[in-house]
């Protein structure tokens, strides 16, 4: 970067939540100055950074005030006033990863129009201005029907099986993907920096709580074949560089039962599947995106161990002050690592926390992650 980032470098971060934090953490062994704008006066991030905003990732008044006197401007949450990004970035502001970049990716439409229109491989699709349009609909029954902007966490996702599911499906301008049997999701965590070096952490395996629809177990690295990894890393690698991407770029995809990669997903910025990359791999997810946005030499993704990593989430039945079970009891056990996210209040399947396990044997790790789930509990 043209300023010497020691010291000097006026960091924004928009979104103030766990993602935001462990940015923070990770920032803070560069000597950068980070400021936060978040909604949340109690956001996560609050109490680490250098200076906290209150106030809306959507506004552009909001947004614009709050960068234009910084040097480099990113992003935890995909959520956010791109108009003001570009004011911000006509003015010189660095904003990584570039706001045109952000404007696609919060529309899941755009997002597979540029997969189809780059040939990245991905599910038949349709896009649908309102209920009405499902009744007749291009694609065979069962489908799933994604809300084109705001869906996160399982959230603004349907499986339409029958044509009586129609009557509750969302009315807003959605899409509909064909019904993916597939056999195990997937994940590629790819960085770029701005001289074009790009620079992937290897395959992971994820599974999903059915309940939430949310990330629960992820196990790295995978055991499928080097073809599969592969080709899931070239596909991640091909997407940052059609997209020309600064920072890191999550890419979620299934693995289907004939052995096709389909991408599902992508996210452009720091992302849960890459929580267990702080214990389990020589650099982290957060390091990485931080270097890439600096400009830097990319780090050594290689793992160093089987890492496993459980979301921390908040127990059905549950709401209120954050209490947590089970903590010393987790925390004597060899190769278990906590991460809570300095969230007071807890509500059913809110992500709290996550656990990294790491051990040399990949079985070993594999049981130990199973008794962390079971006596680690979030209640309230």
Same mark, same amino acid.
């Given at each position: *970067?043209? #300023? ?17 934090? *462990? &940015? ?19 956001? %996560? ?5 250098? #200076? ?7 506004? $552009?008044?909001?947004?614009?005030? =709050?960068?234009?006197?910084?040097? &480099? @401007? ?22 990584? %990863?570039?706001?045109?970049?952000? !404007? ?9 129009? $540029? =997969?189809?229109?780059?040939?990245? %491989? +991905? ?35 349907? #499986? ?9 499906? =969302?009315?807003?301008?959605? &899409? ?12 590629? /965590? ?48 091909? @997407? ?29 910025? %720091? ?22 946005? $600096? ?13 496993? *990593? ?32 300095? #969230?007071?209040? +807890?509500?059913?399947?809110?992500? *709290?926390?996550? /656990? ?5 044997? !990949? ?11 079971? /006596? ?5």
């Amino acid at each position: *970067m043209a #300023k010497d980032f020691y010291g000097e470098l006026q960091l924004g971060i928009l979104g103030g939540g766990q993602l935001g934090r *462990m &940015l923070i953490q990770e920032a803070i062994n560069y000597n950068v100055n980070v400021h936060i704008l978040d909604p949340d006066k109690n956001a %996560p991030c609050r109490k680490l950074c250098n #200076k906290f905003e209150c106030g809306s990732l959507s506004d $552009f008044e909001t947004v614009y005030n =709050f960068g234009k006197d910084l040097d &480099l @401007i990113t992003i935890e949450i995909e959520k956010v006033n791109v108009d003001a990004l570009e004011k911000l970035e006509e003015e010189g502001v660095i904003v990584y %990863p570039q706001s045109r970049i952000i !404007r696609l990716i919060q529309d899941k439409g755009l997002q597979k129009q $540029f =997969f189809k229109q780059n040939d990245i %491989p +991905t599910s038949a699709f349709q896009l649908i201005s309102t209920k009405d349009n499902l009744t007749n609909a291009s694609l065979s029954l069962p489908y799933i029907q994604k809300l084109r902007r705001d869906g996160y966490d399982g959230k603004g996702v349907k #499986k339409i099986v029958t044509e009586a599911d129609i009557q509750d499906a =969302f009315e807003e301008p959605s &899409l509909i993907e064909e019904w993916v049997d597939f056999e195990k999701e997937i994940a590629v /965590i790819v960085a770029r920096n701005d001289r074009g070096d790009v620079s992937t952490f290897p395959m992971v395996e994820m599974e999903f709580n059915p309940q939430a629809n949310l990330v629960e177990f992820l196990i790295a690295p995978s055991l499928y074949g080097v073809e599969i990894q592969q080709r899931a890393e070239a596909i991640a690698k091909k @997407i940052a560089d059609d997209l020309q991407i600064v920072g890191l770029l999550a890419v979620e995809m299934f693995l289907t039962k004939n052995g096709d990669i389909l991408v599902n997903e992508i996210a452009p910025r %720091p992302h849960n599947s890459g929580h267990q990359t702080i214990e389990g791999n020589y650099v982290s997810q957060f390091a990485q995106h931080l270097r890439a946005i $600096f400009n830097l030499p990319l780090g050594d993704t290689r793992c160093r161990t089987t890492a496993v *990593m459980i979301n921390l989430l908040g127990e059905d039945g549950y709401e209120g002050l954050a209490k947590y079970d089970g903590v010393e009891e987790v925390l004597a056990m060899e190769g278990v690592y906590l991460h809570l996210y300095g #969230k007071k209040y +807890t509500k059913p399947f809110r992500k *709290m926390g996550h /656990i990294c396990i790491i051990n040399d044997d !990949r079985d070993k790790a594999i049981s130990n992650a199973r008794k962390v789930q079971e /006596i680690l509990k979030v209640k309230a």
